[in-house]
C-alpha cells in the first residue's frame, strides 16, 4: 500500500515531520514531531505542534503512533505533548539504552535517571513490525549518525531519520558518541537495497547549493544514481574518508544540550524541583 504522507517543515531547526496516513481509514502516524525551543530565554512553545494536531483533527484522523527516527540532536520532541492531545504510542530504536546510558553520564543524571528505555511506550528491533490500520511498518535498524537510528519502511515509504539526506545534499554525521561512518555505510546500504521506487523521506533539509527550495522526498533509485555521498557506486573507504574529515569540521548543533535532555527522556523534561521549577544542564567540555 502506499500511504498518504504530509509533511511539516520547521524553519528553525530545518527538521521535517510527518503524519503518515492509511489511505483506507483515519489511522495515522506522527514522525518526528517538533516542540519549539527558544535558548536565549529556556522557553518552550508549541506551535509547530498545534499545526499538526490542527491538521490531524481536520481530517478526523486517529493518531496511532508518535514515532521517533532517533535521539535527535537539533530539535525537542514534541512527541509527549501531542500523546497527551490525541493518544498513540511513542516509539523509539531499542539501542536508546546506549544513548541513555552514554548521556545520563554526560549529564549526570545520577541512579535516577532510567536507562532502560522505559519512558517510551515501543522499543524497536531491527525486523520487527507495527500496523497503522491495514498500513504495515517494518523497522530497519540504520545505525551510524546514532547507536539507535531506525528507518520506518511503511508501505512505499521509507522515514530515514537522518541517515540521508536529498541526493544533492548527502548523508548524516557520523561523530556524536555512539556514531560511525562504517556503520552509517552499511546502514545507507541497507536503505538503498529497497525497490528503486521506494518513496525516501528525509528528517531535515539544508538546501543544498544551488537549490533554491527546500525538498525532502526522493526515491531510492534517485539516491542509487545522484547521491552525492555514496550515489554512483561509491566505496565504502571513499565515504568513510570523506565523511569522517567533513565531520571533523562541523560544529555542535545549537539545541544539542537541550535536545539530549529531552529527547532521551521520551520528549519529557527533567523532574521538577522541590519548588516545581525545570532545569537544564550544561556540562563543560564534555561534548
Not at 544533492?168 to 561523530?175: H, I, Q
Amino acid at each position: 500500500m502506499s500511504p498518504d504522507v504530509k509533511a511539516f517543515f520547521d524553519d528553525a531547526t530545518n527538521t521535517i515531520s510527518y503524519v503518515v496516513r492509511d489511505p483506507a481509514g483515519s489511522a495515522c502516524a506522527v514522525i518526528d514531531s517538533v516542540l519549539d525551543f527558544d535558548y536565549s530565554s529556556g522557553r518552550t512553545d508549541t506551535k509547530s505542534a498545534d499545526e499538526i494536531i490542527a491538521y490531524i483533527k481536520a481530517e478526523g484522523l486517529d493518531v496511532q503512533w508518535l514515532l521517533e527516527s532517533h535521539v535527535h540532536a537539533d530539535h525537542l520532541s514534541a512527541a509527549p505533548y501531542i500523546q497527551q492531545e490525541l493518544g498513540g504510542k511513542i516509539g523509539i530504536g531499542e539501542k536508546i539504552r546506549v544513548v541513555q546510558d552514554t548521556f545520563g553520564k554526560v549529564f549526570n543524571e545520577g541512579t535516577e535517571f532510567q536507562r532502560d528505555g522505559s519512558q517510551f511506550d515501543r522499543l524497536f528491533e531491527e525486523g520487527d513490525s507495527f500496523h497503522i490500520g491495514q498500513l504495515r511498518g517494518d523497522v530497519l535498524h540504520t545505525p551510524g549518525h546514532t547507536p539507535a537510528c531506525l528507518t520506518y519502511v511503511i508501505g512505499d515509504a521509507a522515514f530515514v531519520g537522518d541517515t540521508i539526506f536529498m541526493p544533492d545534499f548527502g548523508t548524516a554525521r557520523c561523530d556524536f558518541p555512539g556514531g560511525s561512518s562504517e556503520k552509517l555505510y552499511e546502514s545507507i546500504q541497507k536503505i538503498l537495497a529497497l525497490p528503486d521506487e521506494t518513496r525516501i523521506f528525509v528528517g531535515h533539509d539544508y538546501k543544498a547549493p544551488g537549490r533554491d527550495d527546500y525538498a525532502w522526498e526522493s526515491t531510492v533509485g534517485e539516491q542509487k544514481a545522484k547521491n552525492v555521498h555514496v550515489g554512483a557506486g561509491k566505496s565504502r573507504d571513499e565515504f568513510v574518508e570523506m565523511r569522517d574529515t567533513r565531520d571533523a569540521k562541523l560544529g555542535m548543533p545549537k539545541l544539542i544540550i537541550p535536545s539530549l535532555q529531552v529527547n532521551m527522556r521520551a520528549g519529557q523534561m527533567p523532574p521538577a524541583d522541590d519548588q516545581g521549577d525545570v532545569f537544564l544542564k550544561v556540562p563543560v567540555n564534555k561534548i
